[in-house]
């Protein structure tokens, strides 16, 4: 099992572009995480979903955020304009739902870079 | 609202010396504690969780209601213990992770 896949693993654009950012989890988890991480704030959780539904996205920093899941096997977080400080390593971690805190699985991180 | 308090960004100690990560939360329930660890060119992990009071790599970690610690602890570090550490707490009944900082631990030979 490859685990929780992530691309592109690189990205670099200009402010303003539009930046997708895509996520593969592992087959049969059913919750899926998005987080960013930098210096000063650390690891934040951006939003969750459980059976591809959006539960939690209060860590969504603003409108310019979007993330959407239109399948188990498939997420998308999307940053629309981009400016510099969306300049950070994004994580995707999937986990099973098995009613408890379970093990979250995290992919190898996108490293953005807005220019 | 639930926080996690990492109070040192880096931790350098010798080979064979006792290593002890802190971490402090603040929550009003009952929450899950996790250690996770980031080794050098790898994924971000789960290293152990309170609930299952287990040693993992030589690493414990006791969680302290009364103090609202739960620090990480190995009596005798390794080399290849040197990791980026992360203390994550979950609150009761939830599914998602709010991270400290993370700690560097870095052992010398």
């Known amino acids: 099992d490859a685990g929780v896949i992530q691309s592109p693993r690189h990205e670099v654009t200009e402010m303003g572009q539009e930046v997708t950012l895509r996520c593969k989890p592992i087959?049969?988890?059913?919750?899926l995480f998005w987080y960013r991480q930098t210096m000063m704030r650390g690891l934040e959780l951006l939003i969750y979903?459980?059976?591809?539904?959006?539960?939690?996205d209060s860590g969504m920093p603003e409108d310019r955020f979007s993330a959407k899941m239109p399948n188990a096997s498939f997420s998308t977080l999307k940053i629309q304009p981009s400016e510099p400080r969306d300049s950070a390593v994004y994580f995707c971690?999937?986990?099973?739902?098995?009613?408890?805190?379970?093990?979250?699985?995290f992919g190898p991180g996108t490293r953005l870079t807005v220019l | 609202a639930q926080r996690v308090t990492q109070p040192e960004k880096l931790l350098s100690v010798f080979k064979g010396a006792p290593v002890e990560l802190k971490c402090n939360y603040s929550?009003?329930?009952?929450?899950?504690l996790f250690w996770y660890v980031q080794y050098s060119r790898q994924r971000l992990q789960l290293l152990l969780r309170?609930?299952s009071r287990e040693s993992i790599k030589g690493f414990t970690a006791d969680l302290n209601k009364g103090e609202t610690s739960f620090h990480l602890k190995k009596p005798f570090a390794q080399e290849e213990d040197s990791a980026m550490y992360y203390c994550?707490?979950?609150?009761?009944?939830?599914?998602?992770?709010?991270f400290g900082k993370g700690t560097m631990l870095l052992v010398s030979p």
């Open positions: 929550y009003s329930g009952s929450p899950e």
């Open positions: 971690a999937s986990s099973l739902d098995s009613g408890l805190t379970d093990t979250q699985y």
């Open positions: 979903f459980n059976n591809n539904v959006p539960i939690d």
């Open positions: 087959s049969g988890h059913n919750s």
């Open positions: 309170h609930i």
């Open positions: 994550a707490l979950s609150p009761s009944g939830y599914s998602t992770l709010t």
